[in-house]
């Protein structure tokens, strides 16, 4: 019988069958069995090392025979193997009894308990008493930074963390140092780890060497209640494990999908918690300022906007939400301003973001979308107008794994952008972008260099993907990145388009909000006399929104605003009436991420003020009461609902069961969407062919057209950390936090006679902003780079250019 | 910092090969003939010649013997403790060594001379028992030896 | 004393080194220049092969098949290393070899190098050996001089030069995956296959790592012939001679050419002066420390490979260490496993954990606090330990299995003495460094 090249190989694991792709090691053969090899340097997502010798097993028929390694063996036809052979046993014993003769008797203290794959190891190979009489080495820890926590003694040296660190994440501030039973994880010296990946070593360490440092001991594994969520801290919409206690959000792990974020999240996700059980959360609703039932604010928000409606029009009320807000509430969002004939919803703060995010929606159709899974596979990727690593971390980590393969990286993007690998960098200016995507998809003379090389291997791949952003791109180069995906795609091969969008619901948000409107167009029409009212719904938008000054005249000249939140915003504080809203931990919710699949978060735990913020030092509490305290906060869907019962009358019976629901008919790919259909791997809501919701552009200025005023092109962009706000509320993130910078690139910074590391000021000088000077040679001449970073919205700078004057040095 | 020419010196061989990494531990060395032993500088300074990080400089500077991280003496003696030098008497030999210098294996002198260190076989079995005292071989010691050795020794750093 | 061909030895002078012009006066570099002008590529190996050359730095394996396993059509640069890190202890031929006649290794390089078509050679050296590393240098510049390395080598085609490198120390880089990761920069753990290092080796490319005294024997053999190597051996399944370094209780402790085949008590008797007075034969190490002893009953074993195979031993380095009556073995095997302890790499379990563990044990029956529970742990760890990542850690624990094996009696006497039946002082508690 003669076995073909692609044919599956067919072997026996204690007895049992099993047919696996050719290449699979018998690891991952034994486990479709349902057989758990014991393991701990091989992981899926890192390969086999063959170092640790735990997943020991014995091949009584094959090639190689004996004790042999069962994460480096290939499966084979006809190989007939052992896990229960007793050499093996004893081997696989023998190997655990050796790992625990340094461990110190530490379970009594350590985090790790309860979910520590050495525990399960050694208790399930029978390792109980110790019978070696030597001492146990023990090391010194290292100070790693707020997120991860270093206790070297546990070490069962399996190198994963330096593997994962350097190969997967591309860092290097993390290695292996001295030798034997001495060798020792860490850095050169103490200090925070570089890799915004570094989390992962939380969950990757079998056991507990490194564990999360901002939720140490807040409790027993046990203890916790642990959920299946989402991270709603950028478009990606990773997957995670909630960990609450005591209605608390106490730790966040990543959870596996092998589509969307495989086996990590990015650390502005894992810690980005802290914001639901702050004491400064809001969870009292309010009538100008003060503290109320939830019921009358809902009663007097709707009487005094039924008021503003009837003394102008019903479009004087403008509805706002925001990216975050989960497709339930703004299916509400949506329901409410069709039947209140109120202005919205709008979700994004420019106009400019409005259009090309919702172009960019269109444009994504189910051949062309490709996942993060997709991505990594990719063998050639263009990146227009795109800054990974901070918009969308987790994308960053996907290019690096498809780099390692081979897969050529190519940058167009006026920013110094940095990834964990090597690319090629083209700085142009984000005008200059669109027009040279629409060159690459035509003829190129082969003269024009670097370009017709870059054309010349998108052409030539066999995976080619183009990845396009919607912060620095103009909507016609949404829609150019989207035509070159398509014209890669043509003849059947498989190209793909992804965007990074701003938000964890963005592309829901461009769903159904009401485009090309945005909350600017919002405050022109606040200025001009024709919006009174505006409700904001969970809305970054006014932490978004360039020019705060110009937003707190534009809310001063309300009659009324309504805020709805679960978060301490501005708008919280100026609000005339203020409804608490629930975060996704305890309402759960439906969102879209940037590839237009729709993923579920589940409930993780019932609101109400976190028991360590009652006590007071008095735990339990001596009072009873028959409520949760604080437990005021509500879904903001169901807020909604009763706020549209009482403006319009409560839905009839013969409307669509819910929101969601109502929603068919102008939505069809989201027909038969409810949260009971969504299975793990999510759903596709793609169109078949592009919508291209590409707008009329005739009565909107052009902010991108190639402007060659004075003072340099202002670029705003987001950082890591910091720019998202709810995860800049979290104080270990905030130790994360890049100074202020300011990027020059050196023509620019000669000519206006700043050096690297100068420290300037911008903005009046009631509130300063005091930046740092960096003079790069990897950014777009003519252009200027500023952080969205805590005080950027003060400082003044609202229009697209800057000027020298502009920018003070600080003496 | 390094002197200049040595420095350039370095930095010449780099240029000349293929691959930088490859003369790293030569690098190393150099930096600690120069200082006396790889400082927490040195490591940084090798890293930037190399085109290395610190962290890579300093897996490879924990992992071999001779490469020293710690203050080391301006003598380096390394005494062999493989089984013919054990069977050659090393261990009176290391005694008598930590009698007369009055420090421990691993200990330095406290005038900054003498460094004591094990060593495995260095391959001058058929003069056991044998030492290194920077790199330079001395076999079929006895304590007179040995004393002779260090007085020679303490005479050349006097002078 | 018998009369045995210096083949190797040939230019042996007692305080230096055989110079260039010696070499050649003696016949060096003449195989060399015909081969080039011949332009015989093919003859070089098939007469490697033929000799059956097997490698003399522990591993025995066949130099002729190594070559072969450079493909024809294998991608350029290939990269051609030898292995001079000799810190097998026991071991120090090479050292010998490099003091005595650096010539004829460059000359077996280049013919090795030309064989597979290598570019560049390295010698990688221990950095106890500076002396010779130094000695090299000054050498090969000779060499260079006179026209056998660099461009177009005698008017030929080939192109090859040698640079020597320095390591840092630690014995695994004697191994030859380790060795190629520690010559590119990286941490010296080894490397299982696939690829093969004539595959894909130093930099991705195909290279072939040799012994010195392997390569040493080259030179000869495409002068005189695979037919006379094999004759030089006194047995049928040996070839060649071979250089013996020996050491411990013998009158004349040092590095002994002898033909391979020739029985070990022929060794000590009649080479190495015989043991010391008022020493014994008690057993000996046959090939450095990650060997198992041969006792008297191995006593007229003839030492090549196929014979200490036969019998269930190895032939290694052919260093040999020979231990008297006067002398512990419990304390040796220890002392030995204090050495693999601390060389131990770090990368796997079995070997990083598992050497201290059977070192304490040990250490406690060395110090008369031994168990008769510890026999079988050892018995049992000594086995399991075959199951590490690379050769290492089998070696490591050679020593203590023919310990159990053959002395027995003497770990037995240890435990329920409560003390060293030969004497040794007690040391303190069993500490883990």
Redesign the interface.
Same mark, same amino acid.
């Given at each position: 019988m003669t076995i073909g090249l692609n044919a599956m190989p067919k072997l026996t694991i204690d007895n049992r069958s099993v047919e696996v792709p050719p290449g699979t090691k018998v690891i991952a053969a034994a486990e479709q069995l349902g057989i758990q090899i014991p393991h701990f340097c091989y992981h899926p997502a890192l390969g086999a090392v063959g170092a640790c010798r735990v997943c020991a097993v014995k091949v009584l028929e094959g090639s190689v025979k004996g004790i042999q390694m069962s994460c480096m063996l290939e499966a084979r036809d006809g190989m007939v193997v052992s896990t229960t052979d007793a050499d093996a046993v004893a081997f696989r014993q023998s190997v655990i009894e050796w790992l625990m003769l340094n461990h110190p008797h530490d379970c009594p203290v350590c985090d790790e308990g309860g979910h520590c794959l050495l525990q399960d190891m050694t208790v399930s190979g029978g390792h109980g008493l110790r019978r070696y009489r030597g001492n146990k080495r023990t090391h010194r820890d290292q100070y790693l930074g707020p997120l991860v926590q270093h206790e070297m003694n546990r070490c069962i040296q399996c190198y994963r963390c330096v593997r994962y660190y350097r190969e997967f994440t591309g860092y290097d501030d993390l290695g292996v140092m001295g030798i034997g039973s001495r060798v020792y994880y860490g850095r050169f010296e103490e200090g925070v780890l570089a890799s915004p990946f570094a989390g992962n070593l939380i969950d990757i360490c079998p056991t507990g060497v490194y564990t999360d440092k901002p939720s140490r001991f807040k409790g027993r594994r046990w203890d916790f209640e642990r959920t299946p969520s989402l991270c709603i801290h950028c478009s990606l919409g990773c997957h995670m494990t909630v960990s609450a206690r005591y209605r608390e959000v106490v730790r966040h792990e990543a959870r596996f999908n092998p589509v969307v974020n495989g086996h990590f999240i990015c650390d502005r996700g894992r810690f980005a918690y802290p914001y639901a059980s702050s004491p400064e959360r809001p969870r009292e609703a309010q009538i100008d300022g003060r503290p109320v039932a939830g019921q009358l604010a809902v009663t007097t928000a709707a009487e005094r906007l039924a008021t503003v409606a009837g003394q102008h029009q019903p479009a004087a009320v403008a509805v706002a939400g925001s990216a975050r807000c989960s497709l339930e509430t703004l299916a509400v969002l949506v329901r409410i301003c069709q039947e209140a004939g109120w202005r919205g919803p709008v979700c994004f703060e420019e106009r400019r973001t409005a259009r090309a995010v919702s172009t960019a929606v269109g444009c994504l159709t189910s051949t062309l979308a490709f996942s993060l899974q997709a991505i990594a596979a990719a063998d050639s990727v263009l990146l227009a107008g795109v800054d990974p690593l901070h918009e969308a971390p987790m994308l960053a980590l996907a290019l690096r794994q498809a780099r390692r393969k081979g897969a050529v990286i190519v940058v167009a993007d006026p920013r110094p952008v940095n990834l964990p690998f090597d690319f090629q960098h083209l700085p142009l200016a984000s005008a200059q972008i669109g027009p040279w995507l629409d060159r690459l998809a035509g003829d190129i003379p082969e003269s024009d260099m670097p370009s017709a090389a870059i054309a010349r291997r998108l052409r030539e791949s066999e995976r080619p993907v183009i990845v396009a952003g919607t912060d620095v791109l103009s909507t016609a180069a949404v829609v150019q990145a989207a035509d070159l995906a398509a014209a890669l795609g043509a003849n059947g091969k498989s190209a793909g388009l992804c965007y990074a969008l701003p938000g964890a619901n963005a592309f829901g948000a461009a769903l159904l909000a009401k485009n090309p409107d945005s909350l600017e167009q919002v405050v022109e029409a606040i200025e001009n006399g024709q919006v009174k009212a505006l409700i904001l719904v969970e809305s970054d938008l006014c932490q978004r929104f360039p020019d705060q000054a110009r937003l707190e005249r534009a809310l001063a000249q309300l009659d009324l605003l309504v805020v709805l939140d679960y978060t301490a915003s501005p708008a919280v504080a100026a609000a005339h009436v203020f409804l608490p809203t629930a975060t996704v931990y305890e309402a759960g919710g439906l969102f879209i991420n940037n590839e237009g699949r729709v993923q579920q978060a589940l409930v993780a735990m019932r609101g109400g003020t976190p028991i360590s913020q009652i006590g007071q030092g008095d735990h339990p509490p001596r009072a009873f009461r028959k409520d949760i305290p604080g437990a005021g906060p509500r879904p903001a869907g169901d807020l909604l609902g009763d706020l549209a019962a009482a403006v319009i009358g409560a839905p009839d019976a013969s409307e669509a069961p819910s929101p969601l629901a109502g929603l068919a008919e102008s939505h069809p790919t989201l027909a038969a969407l409810t949260a009971a259909s969504i299975p793990p791997e999510g759903r596709l809501v793609l169109a078949d062919d592009p919508g291209r919701r590409v707008l009329p552009s005739a009565d909107e200025p052009n902010t991108h057209a190639a402007d060659t005023g004075e003072g340099l092109e202002l670029i705003w962009t987001d950082r890591i950390f910091g720019s998202e706000p709810l995860a800049a509320l979290a104080p270990a993130l905030q130790e994360r936090q890049e100074g202020d910078t300011l990027f020059m690139a050196r023509g620019d910074a000669a000519a206006w006679e700043l050096a690297d590391g100068d420290r300037v000021v911008i903005g009046p000088e009631a509130s300063p902003w005091e930046l740092a000077v960096r003079v790069v040679d990897n950014m777009a001449a003519g252009t200027i780079v500023l952080p969205r970073l805590p005080g950027w919205q003060r400082c003044g700078l609202t229009r697209n250019r800057v000027q020298r004057d502009a920018i003070r040095k600080r003496s | 910092m390094l002197p200049d020419e040595m420095k350039t010196q370095l930095e010449q061989k780099i240029a000349a090969t293929d691959h930088p990494r490859e003369l790293v531990v030569d690098v190393i060395f150099a930096m600690q003939d120069h200082y006396g032993y790889l400082s927490d500088a040195a490591v940084t300074e090798a890293a930037a010649l190399v085109g290395m990080t610190t962290v890579e400089v300093d897996e490879l500077a924990t992992f071999y013997p001779f490469i020293y991280r710690e203050p080391v003496g301006r003598y380096v003696i390394h005494v062999c403790d493989s089984v013919v030098c054990w069977m050659g008497g090393h261990e009176s030999l290391q005694n008598h060594l930590m009698q007369r210098l009055g420090i421990a294996m691993g200990e330095t002198t406290a005038d900054g001379l003498f460094t004591l260190l094990p060593v495995c076989c260095i391959g001058y079995c058929d003069r056991a028992p044998a030492i290194l005292i920077n790199k330079k071989v001395y076999g079929e010691l006895t304590p007179e030896k040995l004393d002779g050795i260090i007085a020679r020794l303490r005479d050349e750093a006097g002078a | 004393m018998m009369d045995t061909p210096q083949v190797l030895f040939k230019n042996r002078h007692v305080d230096r080194i055989a110079t260039r012009d010696e070499y050649e006066a003696g016949g060096g570099y003449e195989a060399l220049k015909r081969v080039l002008a011949e332009e015989a590529r093919d003859e070089v190996q098939a007469a490697i092969k033929e000799a059956l050359l097997l490698g003399r730095g522990g591993a025995a394996f066949p130099m002729g098949i190594k070559l072969s396993t450079v493909a024809e059509d294998a991608p350029f640069p290939r990269y051609l290393v030898c292995n001079a890190d000799?810190?097998?202890?026991?071991?120090?031929k090479?050292?010998v070899l490099l003091h005595t006649d650096p010539h004829q290794l460059i000359e077996g390089m280049v013919l090795a190098a030309f064989a597979i078509q290598a570019a560049k050679g390295i010698v990688f050296i221990?950095?106890?050996?500076?002396?010779a590393a130094r000695i090299l240098e000054r050498e090969v510049a000779l060499a260079r001089k006179a026209g056998y390395l660099g461009e177009k080598i005698l008017g030929s085609e080939f192109s090859f030069d040698i640079d020597v490198?320095? +390591?840092?120390?630690? #014995?695994i880089c004697g191994e030859v995956t380790a060795q190629l990761n $520690?010559?590119?920069?990286?941490?010296?753990n080894p490397q @299982?296959p696939p690829p093969y290092p004539t595959e894909s080796g130093l930099?991705g490319q195909p290279t072939v790592l040799q012994n010195v005294e392997t390569l040493c024997c080259v030179p000869h053999i495409v002068r005189n012939g695979a037919t006379w190597f094999k004759g030089l051996a006194l047995t049928e399944a040996g070839a060649g001679t071979k250089i013996f370094?020996?050491?411990?209780?013998v009158n004349r402790?040092?590095?002994y050419e002898l033909p391979m085949g020739i029985r070990l008590s022929a060794i000590i008797e009649e080479h190495a002066g015989g043991m010391l007075p008022g020493s014994e034969f008690k057993a000996c190490?046959p090939g450095g420390?990650s060997t198992r002893f041969l006792t008297r009953e191995h006593y007229d074993i003839p030492m090549d490979f196929a014979s200490l195979k036969e019998a269930g031993h190895r032939l290694g380095t052919g260093?040999i260490?020979v231990?008297d009556h006067k002398?512990c073995m419990v304390? $040796?095997t220890l002392?030995?496993m204090?050495?693999f302890?601390?060389? +131990?790499?770090?990368?796997?379990?079995?070997c990083?954990?598992?050497l201290? #563990?059977i070192r304490?044990m040990l250490r406690?029956i060395e110090n008369g606090r031994g168990e008769e529970g510890f026999i079988p742990?050892l018995e @049992?760890?000594s086995r @399991?330990l075959w199951? $590490? #990542?690379c050769a290492f850690a089998p070696g490591a624990v050679s020593p203590l299995e023919s310990l159990l094996t053959f002395f027995g009696d003497e770990v037995r006497e240890h435990i329920s003495a409560r003390k060293c039946p030969f004497g040794n002082a007690p040391g303190g508690p069993?500490?883990?460094?």
């Open positions: - | - | 000799e810190m097998e202890p026991g071991t120090f090479d050292r221990r950095p106890e050996y500076e002396n490198h320095r +390591s840092g120390g630690r #014995y $520690a010559l590119m920069g990286r941490r010296p @299982q930099w370094p020996v050491s411990g209780r402790p040092g590095c190490l420390a260093a260490m231990f002398t304390a $040796a002392n030995l204090e050495f302890t601390r060389e +131990s790499c770090g990368w796997c379990t079995p990083r954990e598992g201290p #563990y304490d406690r742990i @049992q760890m @399991q199951n $590490a #990542y069993s500490d883990n460094r």
